[in-house]
């Protein structure tokens, strides 16, 4: 480098570049802001959707775990008595999983292990000799003896998908050995959009918390990674005591099973199955569950009358926000039609925008509004104010038949109450048949709605050939994987058994026949 | 909700409004170290808004334990990076680049001397490969600290300055090569 004085100089340059710089153009920055607000609500309503909707089987998976069980390479994961418990510190000090395999398995992380040769865990490790002679061959045939282990399989059982073996392969060329020490999280990745979510191990539990994403652009194929540094003080620092102190499985599995409920799952076809709840979990230490942040679920009666609406042009649009919800839009709506909805949107003065979507055969699928629209309401003083209000705008267009819907989730904040309510159908949650509704406080006007009002009743199968809730416990226990994890939660990290999500789907068992639904 | 949110995500709900207090907060921060980096107001912006697009994506999963404008700097770097190479093959076939480095030799007015002088290092700066672009622009444009440059690059303090060292060097090459004579000769020297 030169003398000191010319770098300074030339760095006094650069800082010129500064007051050189083109200040940004409000009008980009507005109309940037206004594309992303509505991205965002597309982005929240895909969520939404696909959390409560995706429950299909994956019936390749279920295959492959009866063809990896029978192998008998099965290392059901041990009991985390306090002797094994001890027995898995002595060898390990609970290292990674990856250094718990076998050495040609080592190179890689659990993850990304071959499928024909799971890796096992170090759980799985340390009372493996145990595990196996306890493991069923054959998963399908039902075993009785409730006290067995629950399931408790590696992910690497898993076959990951194409996009997943990317998404690993590119973590691994920009993070090196460091990969090792992530997995593949698909409870949290979003594959249609090419998003893949990984967690940290630290000390082989994983942290279920954002660790890192790859994402793949799906037009260009190019990919990015997104890496959040992770603060581990506190984590895994005490692991030995922590994990010899934890609860045997099977009490941690029973208590997990109270969270099961019979469901109706599906979008064309729901068929009747016994659902875990993704967001219960278990203090690993106490065995108890930890308070759930949605409160509990409530059934509410509603008058359905299954109206049906259908839009098929701007000027019906039009007419059916004015005439139907009594919303004043104004000007031209403009239309964005993909493969699957047609939206129209009003911009209005005072940056007011209202939206209303159908599906593509013109049934109406929800209308939101943004802005202040003064609909001659009253301000609302409690959440329960606010569900009514949201009630008796979702029951005109509800199915006929339903009578009662589930209050999945009540949320308010910053002056709006956001509803998730799920239809019942003869006192079953219809789950693949979310309504959101948004409420606004201060004026009582429905601001959002939407769902599939495109039915005018359900007709579905009757409940009254479903195995009992007993019984599907007793499957759950046998055969739910579970894992432990550090939860991070607004205070230190707590160790916790939860149900682990190998896909986005909850996991369930067809309430038919008993079967894991995969 | 997901799991993630249940660990007590403060940006789980109302993603429109997050999004857009965020959008708010860090679209210039952004925006300027786009065009900084790409020297082009019209690339910046669309590349800004694909930094609080993606981000969009991740969003509810942000649990708070790495400071926003941190992150957002990191998804910028990416995004000015995959930027990087999209237009290094563009400009091998694109008739204004050619343009562009025609124009360069034009020789200036000595009342805009100031003015060539800074377009010179500009030019310069966008010659340098991205990874020492993003340091200089953090450090010296923005002026980061280097604890702070190394947070957004997740990166070691030393890497970051011994990037600058090379940077800071390979500008001054550059600018050798450019011009003779002036402040820019001076400094190049």
């Given at each position: 480098m030169g003398l000191p004085d010319e770098e300074d100089q030339l760095i006094s340059k650069l800082r010129q570049i500064k007051q050189e710089a083109k200040p940004p153009r409000p009008e980009w920055k507005q109309i940037g802001k206004e594309r992303l607000i509505r991205q965002a609500r597309t982005v929240r309503w895909k969520r939404r959707i696909t959390h409560v909707s995706a429950y299909v089987g994956t019936i390749g998976a279920a295959a492959l775990m009866g063809i990896w069980l029978s192998s008998g390479q099965v290392?059901?994961?041990?009991?985390?008595?306090?002797?094994?418990?001890?027995?898995?510190?002595?060898?390990?000090?609970?290292?990674?999983?990856?250094?718990?395999?076998?050495?040609?398995?080592?190179?890689?992380?659990?993850?990304?292990?071959?499928?024909?040769?799971?890796?096992?865990?170090?759980?799985?490790?340390?009372?493996?000799?145990?595990?196996?002679?306890?493991?069923?061959?054959?998963?399908?045939?039902?075993?009785?003896?409730?006290?067995?282990?629950?399931q408790t399989t590696t992910r690497a059982e898993r076959i990951m998908t194409p996009l997943e073996k990317r998404a690993q392969h590119f973590l691994q060329e920009k993070l090196g050995e460091e990969s090792n020490y992530y997995e593949i999280d698909p409870g949290h990745s979003r594959e249609t959009e090419g998003y893949i979510a990984f967690r940290k191990l630290v000390h082989g539990i994983p942290l279920q918390q954002h660790s890192a994403a790859v994402e793949v652009n799906p037009h260009t194929g190019k990919m990015s990674l997104l890496l959040y540094p992770i603060e581990e003080n506190g984590v895994g620092t005490t692991a030995s005591s922590e994990q010899s102190?934890?609860?045997?499985?099977?009490?941690?599995?029973?208590?997990?099973?109270?969270?099961?409920?019979?469901?109706?799952?599906?979008?064309?076809?729901?068929?009747?199955?016994?659902?875990?709840?993704?967001?219960?979990?278990?203090?690993?230490?106490?065995?108890?569950?930890?308070?759930?942040?949605?409160?509990?679920?409530?059934?509410?009666?509603?008058?359905?009358?299954?109206?049906?609406?259908?839009?098929t042009d701007a000027d019906k649009a039009e007419a059916v926000m004015k005439?139907?919800?009594?919303?004043?839009?104004?000007?031209?709506?403009?239309?964005?039609?993909?493969?699957?909805?047609?939206?129209?949107?009003?911009?209005?003065?005072?940056?007011?925008?209202?939206?209303?979507?159908?599906?593509?055969?013109?049934?109406?699928?929800?209308?939101?509004?943004?802005?202040?629209?003064?609909?001659?309401?009253?301000?609302?003083?409690?959440?329960?104010?606010?569900?009514?209000?949201?009630?008796?705008?979702?029951?005109?267009?509800?199915?006929?038949?339903?009578?009662?819907?589930?209050?999945?989730?009540?949320?308010?904040?910053?002056?709006?109450?956001?509803?998730?309510?799920?239809?019942?159908?003869?006192?079953?949650?219809?789950?693949?048949?979310?309504?959101?509704?948004?409420?606004?406080?201060?004026?009582?006007?429905?601001?959002?709605?939407?769902?599939?009002?495109?039915?005018?009743?359900?007709?579905?199968?009757?409940?009254?050939?479903?195995?009992?809730?007993?019984?599907?416990?007793?499957?759950?226990?046998?055969?739910?994987?579970?894992?432990?994890?550090?939860?991070?939660?607004?205070?230190?990290p707590v160790l916790v058994y939860q149900v682990r999500l190998d896909s986005r789907k909850p996991w369930a068992i067809d309430a038919l026949t008993g079967k894991t639904t995969d | 909700m997901s799991v993630l949110e249940r660990g007590g995500s403060p940006l789980s709900d109302d993603l429109a409004k997050q999004i857009s207090?965020?959008?708010?907060?860090?679209?210039?921060?952004?925006?300027?170290?786009?065009?900084?980096?790409?020297?082009?107001?019209?690339?910046?912006?669309?590349?800004?808004?694909?930094?609080?697009?993606?981000?969009?994506?991740?969003?509810?999963?942000?649990?708070?334990?790495?400071?926003?404008?941190?992150?957002?700097?990191?998804?910028?770097?990416?995004?000015?990076?995959?930027?990087?190479?999209?237009?290094?093959?563009?400009?091998?076939?694109?008739?204004?680049?050619?343009?562009?480095?025609?124009?360069?030799?034009?020789?200036?007015?000595?009342?805009?001397?100031?003015k060539e002088e800074m377009r010179l290092i500009k030019e310069a700066l966008q010659k340098l490969k991205p990874q020492l672009r993003i340091v200089v622009i953090l450090r010296y444009i923005e002026e980061y600290s280097v604890k702070e440059t190394a947070e957004i690059l997740s990166i070691p303090e030393t890497k970051v300055r011994v990037d600058c060292h090379r940077a800071l060097q390979t500008l001054r090459k550059l600018l050798g090569q450019s011009i003779e004579g002036g402040i820019i000769n001076g400094i190049a020297r």
């Open positions: 290392a059901e994961q041990a009991n985390l008595s306090e002797s094994q418990a001890s027995s898995a510190q002595e060898k390990s000090e609970f290292l990674p999983a990856a250094l718990y395999q076998e050495p040609e398995l080592g190179k890689l992380p659990p993850s990304v292990a071959p499928t024909e040769q799971p890796a096992v865990s170090h759980e799985a490790a340390a009372g493996a000799e145990s595990a196996r002679s306890n493991v069923p061959t054959d998963q399908a045939e039902p075993v009785a003896n409730v006290d067995s282990e629950p102190s934890v609860i045997d499985k099977t009490k941690a599995a029973q208590e997990l099973a109270s969270g099961l409920r019979l469901v109706y799952a599906g979008k064309e076809r729901p068929v009747l199955q016994y659902m875990s709840d993704p967001q219960l979990v278990i203090d690993a230490k106490t065995g108890k569950r930890l308070a759930n942040s949605q409160g509990e679920k409530r059934v509410a009666p509603i008058k359905t009358e299954g109206k049906r609406l259908i839009i005439k139907e919800f009594g919303i004043p839009v104004s000007g031209k709506a403009f239309m964005t039609i993909d493969e699957k909805a047609i939206s129209f949107i009003w911009q209005m003065s005072d940056k007011r925008e209202a939206r209303l979507k159908t599906a593509d055969d013109g049934s109406f699928v929800g209308y939101s509004l943004d802005g202040s629209f003064e609909l001659g309401g009253k301000p609302l003083s409690s959440l329960q104010q606010a569900q009514d209000a949201a009630l008796v705008r979702l029951a005109k267009y509800l199915p006929s038949d339903v009578e009662e819907v589930l209050v999945e989730k009540a949320l308010q904040e910053r002056g709006q109450a956001t509803f998730t309510f799920v239809p019942l159908y003869q006192g079953v949650p219809v789950v693949d048949y979310p309504y959101f509704v948004a409420v606004d406080m201060g004026s009582g006007t429905v601001t959002a709605i939407q769902g599939d009002f495109s039915r005018g009743s359900f007709a579905l199968p009757s409940h009254d050939n479903a195995i009992s809730l007993d019984e599907a416990k007793e499957q759950f226990v046998k055969k739910a994987p579970l894992e432990l994890v550090y939860l991070n939660s607004q205070s230190d | 207090e965020i959008y708010e907060a860090y679209y210039n921060d952004i925006y300027y170290f786009l065009v900084y980096f790409t020297d082009k107001q019209e690339d910046a912006e669309d590349l800004t808004q694909e930094v609080f697009s993606r981000l969009l994506k991740a969003l509810p999963q942000y649990d708070g334990r790495v400071a926003m404008r941190t992150w957002l700097f990191s998804i910028a770097k990416h995004v000015a990076i995959d930027h990087y190479r999209k237009m290094k093959w563009q400009r091998l076939f694109s008739d204004n680049w050619l343009i562009r480095m025609m124009t360069k030799e034009g020789l200036p007015e000595p009342e805009l001397e100031m």
